[in-house]
């Protein structure tokens, strides 16, 4: 079997260190080759994020630069409509291969998994490690499908779930946009060179915010 690859979709609105310790300590864990960082161009379940799809994909390029198992995929950006999983998926299927494909996923976008489009040709397609803080319950879904074998993960394509008890930073993207409305730094919760990037493009300045995702 091919070496894993890992996928990690968000709208990175605006990307931050929990995003990237959590992707850095699960491509270890886990030996993958890579982790792709897929910003989602139309989230079908929320509402548009804060700023356009190519400018998050730019703050998410310029948050990876410093790591080459990082790498950026903006398939969503060039794909009209929804940004639904099972597309992407499909679409990482045909230029992957029979290679296993991990996906990662927060507890709560698990624990939303029944409502998405087509969810269990989702979990045919890749495998899943849900992002478990210390702290969180397991939500009893999909059960037929979980393992505590980080092998299986290696051994076929997809079609597993493992739970993974990640770092706790308390990091959220609402509370990022925040403190930017309210003119304080946000320095420490994202790399450096996004600070003045958002500063200078005005990002987030107007106070707006009626998404208060992650």
Do not use: C
């Not at 394509?157 to 930073?169: A, D, E, K, T, W």
């Not at 609402?174 to 994202?190: C, K, N, T, V, W």
């Amino acid at each position: 079997m091919e070496s894993s690859i890992g996928v990690f979709g968000g709208t990175f609105d605006p990307i931050h260190f929990g995003h990237l310790r959590i992707a850095l300590e699960v491509l270890e864990s886990h030996g993958l080759s890579e982790m792709r960082f897929i910003p989602s161009a139309d989230p079908p379940h929320r509402g548009r994020p804060r700023i356009s799809a190519r400018q998050r994909l730019e703050m998410v390029e310029m948050a990876v630069a410093s790591e080459p198992r990082f790498v950026v995929d903006d398939r969503e950006l060039r794909r009209q409509g929804k940004s639904y999983t099972l597309h992407t998926l499909l679409s990482l299927r045909e230029e992957l291969g029979s290679a296993p494909i991990v996906m990662l996923l927060g507890s709560d976008a698990f624990r939303d998994m029944p409502g998405w489009h087509e969810p269990n040709a989702v979990l045919d397609l890749a495998h899943v490690i849900v992002m478990q803080r210390p702290d969180q319950p397991a939500p009893p879904l999909y059960r037929q499908r979980w393992t505590d074998d980080p092998g299986q993960l290696t051994r076929q394509p997809g079609g597993n779930i493992l739970f993974h008890r990640v770092s706790q930073l308390a990091i959220s993207a609402s509370e990022i946009r925040r403190l930017i409305a309210q003119g304080r730094s946000p320095r420490y919760l994202i790399p450096d060179g996004l600070v003045e990037w958002i500063r200078a493009r005005g990002y987030y300045a107007d106070g707006e915010d009626p998404e208060a995702g992650n």
